[in-house]
Nanobody, 123 residues
């Protein structure tokens, strides 16, 4: 059963923008912590942005001010709007969910994962 499906990854020039989308099952979308993570080969999967069911936000310092996480309730879709992209943003991006009220920041705490979508930023 697929409950999280990412899309929107692409190759883009530095300074450009890109929006990633994650379609979630309704129960996960409404009641769970929802997050975006990213992973570069050889590195741990790192938190990019987290949105809890009350609408509270948390961003990694490396993306704060450039990325926005949001939910479209009419479409059960989690989005990540990425602006002013840098080559160091290149990674596989994943959406994730977990059923906690206080959202964790570590990938090991999340129990639902999408398949990933690749973002490549060229200088």
């Amino acid at each position: 059963q697929v409950q999280l499906v990412e899309s929107g990854g692409a190759s883009v020039q530095a300074g450009g923008s890109l929006t990633l989308s994650c379609v979630a099952s309704e129960s996960l979308f409404i009641n769970y912590c929802l997050a975006w993570f990213r992973q570069i080969p050889g590195s741990e999967r790192e938190m990019v942005a987290v949105l809890d069911r009350a609408g509270r936000l948390n961003y990694a310092s490396s993306v704060k001010g450039r990325f926005d996480i949001s939910k479209d309730y009419s479409k059960n879709t989690l989005s990540l709007q990425m602006n002013a992209l840098k080559p160091e943003d290149t990674a596989m991006y994943y959406c994730a969910a977990v059923g906690f009220n206080t959202c964790p920041l570590y990938s090991s705490d999340y129990t639902y994962w999408g398949q990933g979508t690749q973002v490549t930023v060229s200088s």
